[in-house]
């Protein structure tokens, strides 16, 4: 299946894959497995950047799943769908 892959407000990622976004082919399975298999294929600095040490996303970023639905880290089992838009945004804290 093909799905897509923003990273928002990360241009240190999209330095690293070459762009803002990248299709993906994706044999299926969870939103943690699509973001593991992402990081794994664009190599070290781009795993140690998005995944904490156990290899999960890191808490400081948030995933859109469909540009409309925000989800928290424990709904990153959630199934991916042909065609699906999953978003990576960096939390950013203000005063």
């Known amino acids: 299946m093909k799905v ?8 240190n990622v999209a330095k690293m894959i070459g762009g803002k976004s990248v299709a993906h082919d994706f044999t ?8 593991g298999e992402v990081a794994a294929k ?6 140690e950047f998005l995944l904490d040490e156990s290899g999960r996303l890191d808490a400081g970023f948030r995933v859109v799943l469909n ?28 005063g």
Do not use: C
Request: overall charge negative.
């Open 4 to 11: 897509t892959v923003e990273f928002l407000s990360l241009p």
């Open 28 to 35: 299926g399975g969870t939103i943690q497995e699509l973001v």
């Open 42 to 47: 664009y190599g070290k600095p781009v795993r």
């Open 67 to 94: 540009k409309q639905e925000w989800l928290n880290h424990d709904q990153l089992d959630r199934a991916v769908q042909d065609g699906d838009i999953v978003t990576i945004a960096m939390l950013v804290g203000g």
